[in-house]
């Protein structure tokens, strides 16, 4: 199971559909569109990769191949800039 935090220096605004991201140690916002923003939320909520995916896949019609990959590449992301982290 791999599952995600959210770091203690992200600090998240819902604006509309979309979500900003500020990391407090850096000064950096980043932005996510309502995709992206459902990612997170649902990493909050749920934690494990594999539950966030099942979910997904009954919210949005997208094949889960795509829907997997375009996944780990925003957690790729979001980690890189120190805004999640894998759960101890």
Same mark, same amino acid.
């Given at each position: 199971?791999?599952?995600?935090? @959210?770091?203690?220096?992200? %600090?998240?605004?819902? !604006?509309?559909?979309?979500? !900003? +991201? =500020?990391? =407090?140690?850096?000064? #950096?916002?980043?932005?996510?569109?309502?995709?992206?923003?459902?990612? !997170?939320? =649902? @990493?909050?909520?749920?934690?494990?990769? $594999? /539950? +966030? @995916?099942?979910? *997904?896949?009954?919210?949005?019609? !997208?094949?889960?191949?795509? =829907?997997?990959?375009?996944? #780990?590449?925003? @957690?790729? $992301? *979001?980690?890189? &800039?120190?805004?999640? %982290? &894998? /759960?101890?």
């Amino acid at each position: 199971m791999t599952a995600y935090v @959210l770091s203690p220096s992200a %600090k998240l605004q819902k !604006v509309g559909d979309e979500m !900003v +991201v =500020l990391n =407090l140690d850096n000064g #950096q916002y980043y932005g996510l569109n309502d995709v992206g923003c459902r990612i !997170v939320e =649902l @990493l909050q909520e749920l934690r494990d990769v $594999e /539950a +966030v @995916l099942s979910q *997904l896949q009954q919210e949005y019609d !997208v094949g889960a191949e795509t =829907l997997n990959r375009d996944m #780990q590449d925003l @957690l790729d $992301e *979001l980690e890189r &800039h120190e805004l999640i %982290k &894998h /759960a101890d």
